[in-house]
């Protein structure tokens, strides 16, 4: 089993910052691909961003230049760093990973983000 565990959501102003952190139970190694999903009322949930074990980076058109995601391997976790924030950027952001060795998707409870003045 596998656990994500989100932290570092909040209330922030526009422009503003927030860094969003996902610690998972076991090596990040072990996922073929991680990334961070948002899910805004009344909309789907999107890809925000994501990298794989080739080193590929993806980002959503909306956040590139303002979203940069990390992983840090000795402490198996995944950042978000978000940057001029803005109000279309509330959501609930969730992490997720998968595991090809099960071929399964693996998602975090969801970290709630709030844009606004």
């Known amino acids: 089993q596998v656990q994500l565990v989100e932290s570092g959501g909040g209330l922030v102003q526009p422009g503003g910052s927030l860094m969003l952190s996902c610690a998972a139970s076991?090596?990040?190694?072990?996922?073929?691909?991680m990334g961070w999903y948002r899910q805004a009322p009344g909309k789907q949930r999107e890809l925000v961003a994501s990298?794989?074990?080739?080193?590929?980076?993806n980002y959503a058109d909306s956040v590139k230049g303002r979203f940069t995601i990390s992983r840090d391997n000795a402490k198996n976790t995944v950042y978000l760093q978000m940057n001029s924030l803005k109000p279309e950027d509330t959501a609930v952001y969730y992490c997720?990973?998968?595991?090809?060795?099960?071929?399964?998707?693996?998602w975090g409870q969801g970290t709630q983000v709030t844009v606004s003045s």
């Open positions: 990298f794989n074990t080739g080193g590929t980076t």
């Open positions: 997720h990973a998968f595991w090809a060795f099960v071929r399964r998707d693996y």
């Open positions: 076991r090596s990040i190694s072990s996922f073929a691909a």
